[in-house]
């Protein structure tokens, strides 16, 4: 039986896994950390529980093919789905505007909001409604499939397609400007940063949320690794924790073995590096095989960014009624690590649909903060003091409860901050490169990244995660993980099986 070691246990290393059991191999997978699901995760702080991953899981909906994937790994099976009616609100100046599930209604709330929008809001929400029917590709990858099934493939993306098309050549603050109501251009302006951010990353999630495809498996992140583990391992597969691969041993043009920091060592036929790829290409690689795809977009950030996060854990001894799930609001201007620009808005999750995830009549709640460039340097250079590290983190977290409680005077003495994570954290956790959450962002200039996982010059090893392909996240993590066994099985010849 031939053998394969994958490197990394998150969703790509799962599903690499799972897939590699199934096709009548024999895996291991080599995590860094001391349990497996990288950055689809979870932690426990003074009884309650912050998921630290999923606000919506593309591959929801019953029937779609994304679905029965998530089903094949186990991630999904016999999970109930909480489907929030909104995938976020936004305040301003008083006015709330929502991204409802419902089309209808939420063009009936913007257009309440603002009648003079009209047409502005007609037209957003008719191209929001095009990408409803839109699937997921998860049958092959691109290169593999025969002429005829890329034909089909085109076609079937034919409206979505045009529809990309269109928000990939405007940016997310020139969608904004479309609208004349302030807080309808907040509204948009807010999912991105100024630049040349491409709206299609506002246009896709709220298609897909729409339509209907993408909820929130209850349990949440941390669970939905374990089923995968649990599914990986009743298929016979082994994985070794606090095993962070550092070597490669290669001959010629075949990479013979592994080594480990904590000194073991694993040969293998075949390797799937389901780590980050600057890991692979720069540690483990060790500049010796370079990407020129990779490459550009690394030594590009303004075209190809990265976006990271800080995220606030909060525990909150009441309820949350009549509160959205997911809420933007205004607050007095808090500096973060010295940044150019203080952050004048803050974004809160609860969970209050989740009643384990707290103590009984408490609710969990997180903030996400992004970061993009320059500010991941600067948490890069802050870390390596450590002490001014965690007083910036406290100080974050602390000015986060201070701003809940002048939006929520009613919970003022009943929040308890219980972590911050930096990008630094998912750094450290996960070797994510500059603590990135997803792959290049999405820019006007930039071209969306494709890859096939194969480094040239190395005959036995293939790469996946979430950098290979759009849209990134979990979906793309799972998808390419199957893709890579796809690739070995077709290398040994052998049918890939589902
Ligand atoms: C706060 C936050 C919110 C998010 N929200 C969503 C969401 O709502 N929806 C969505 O779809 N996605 C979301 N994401 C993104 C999603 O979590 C990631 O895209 C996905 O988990 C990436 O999976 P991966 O397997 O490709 O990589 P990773 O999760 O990074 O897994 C890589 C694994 O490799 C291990 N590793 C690294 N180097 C080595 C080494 N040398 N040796 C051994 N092991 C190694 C790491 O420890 C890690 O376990 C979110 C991410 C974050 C951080």
New binding site residues.
Partial sequence: MKKIVI????????SAGIFAQKNGFNSII????HT?????TGWDRQGYHID???????GTKEGTPIKKLWETVGALNGVGIYDPESFMAVEHDGVIVHFYRDIGRMRSNWLEISSEDKDSIEEFCRDIKKLNSFTVPVAKPMDMMSIIEKIKFIISMKNAGAIMQKYDKVSVQDLSKKFKHPALREAISSFMPEGDYSASSVIFPLGTFTGGQSSIPIGG?KALAMRMMNRYRSLGGIIETS????DLDITGDTVRSIK?KNGKSFEADYIIV???AH?LYE??LKGQYPDPEFQKRYNNPEVYPLA??I?VGIGYEGTMDNIPRTLKFPVKPIDINQNQKPIEHLQMTHYAYEPDFAPKGHTAITF?INQFQPELDRWQALVEDRDAYNTEKTRIGESVIQAMETRFPHMKGKLRLLDV?TPQT?KR????YQGA???FWPTIPGKPLTHTGHVKGLNNIVL????LQPP??????LI??KDSIMRLCKKTNQPFIR
């Fill in positions: 490197i990394g246990g998150g969703v790509a290393g799962l080599l995590e860094k950390h497996v699901g990288g950055e689809c630290g991953c999923i606000h919506w899981l593309l992140s095993c962070e691969a550092v480990c389901a780590c980050d890991v540690q483990l990271s996060n995220y996400a994570a998912y956790y996960c070797n994510a959450f997803m792959g996946s995660g979430q950098w990134g996240g979990l979906p793309t993590a390419t993980g």
